[in-house]
């Protein structure tokens, strides 16, 4: 188990330096992007006898000009239900549903583009990660389309984010639930009233720090690092749960910031060996998970998804510092009081005591 485990740690660890090599100096959203060109670049094998990963500006192309919908759309459907290979390594382009392909086509062919570009790079970049631990074409073929159905549910926050970068975050959670079949059973019978409609409960609270680079409104570049914490709880799950666990994750995410972005919602799934999926309104991540479990190993059988709440301790951006969530806390606070008052008690905050 401890080998299985140092080999999640080094493939996450490898992932997360692929992601983080994008160039500081870019100020254009399509420079956050590797649009590959199958005419100029090989074929991904399971023999490849090392890892490259670096980024040439000379490879980002203008997705816009040369994408055509009505290809794309007849293309997505032929290969709908085609079987992935067992003998070499393929990165999905299309949808393999009707329905993600109708959800897709509600954008328009830029966003489309920009989609297919952010998708394709990171795909082709953890492909190459997976061959270069030796893993089989079959093996590596699963996790890809996992992968790539998993960005087509998030499709409209992939194609519009203006954020992008690497999060690391350590964890303690635990929990206890019956598997989804089993509780939709027992709510057919008079028991079914005592059980949540979770099946069970499961906390987990994370405190992490990310590193991401922000195209503002102006196309300008800012990078950005952040403290933040995450509290989860239970909504469903497939498998059933038995778990405590103290666990890292690592990986990367995209995200559609505005205003103050003190917070967000969004669920988050594991899903065992596929690693960790959290989509939201505003965000789509994917992380690989490592650490000690209560049985020993279980995580990597597991199936559930939570509700999660991120909330943004620290923030610079560009060496402007903020504290997004503990501000946010101050002004609940204060207006908590200035309620209980009826409003007719003039609160001094501490800059107004300053001046």
Request: charged share 25%.
């Amino acid at each position: 188990m401890r080998v299985f485990k140092l080999k999640t740690l080094c493939l996450s660890l490898m992932a997360v330096t692929c992601f983080l090599s994008f160039n500081a100096k870019a100020e254009d959203e399509t420079n956050l992007l590797l649009v590959p060109n199958e005419k100029d670049t090989p074929a991904i094998t399971s023999e490849s006898q090392e890892l490259e990963v670096r980024f040439d500006p000379s490879e980002v192309t203008e997705p816009e000009k040369n994408f055509d919908r009505e290809k794309f759309i007849r293309d997505s459907r032929d290969r709908m239900t085609a079987e992935p290979s067992q003998e070499k390594i393929e990165i999905w382009s299309g949808p393999r549903s009707e329905e993600h392909l109708q959800k897709l086509l509600q954008l328009s062919d830029a966003e489309i583009a920009s989609f297919l570009g952010k998708k394709e790079a990171f795909l082709g970049k953890f492909a190459k990660t997976l061959a270069f631990f030796r893993l089989s074409p079959k093996k590596i073929n699963k996790v890809l389309l996992e992968l790539n159905n998993r960005f087509y549910e998030s499709s409209h926050v992939v194609s519009r984010s203006n954020t992008k970068g690497a999060a690391m975050m350590f964890s303690v959670s635990g929990g206890m639930a019956l598997p989804q079949k089993f509780v939709k059973t027992l709510k057919e019978r008079s028991i079914g009233k005592y059980i949540p409609e979770s099946g069970g409960f499961y906390y987990m609270m994370g405190l992490g720090v990310s590193f991401a680079r922000r195209v503002d409104e102006n196309k300008k570049s800012k990078f950005v690092f952040e403290i933040f914490m995450d509290v989860e709880r239970l909504k469903s799950t497939l498998t059933g749960l038995v778990e405590v666990s103290a666990a890292g994750t690592y990986g990367l995410v995209f995200e559609k910031r505005t205003g103050e972005f003190t917070h967000q919602k969004s669920n988050t799934t594991y899903g065992g060996v596929a690693g960790v999926f959290r989509q939201g309104t505003h965000q789509f991540g994917w992380a690989a998970s490592t650490g000690l479990s209560m049985p020993p190993g279980i995580g990597a059988i597991l199936v559930y998804q939570d509700e999660v709440t991120r909330y943004y301790l620290f923030r610079t951006e560009n060496l402007k510092v903020t504290l997004p969530a503990l501000r946010m806390i101050k002004n609940n606070v204060l207006d908590y009081f200035r309620n209980l008052l009826g409003n007719k008690t003039h609160i001094i905050t501490c800059n107004q005591a300053i001046m």
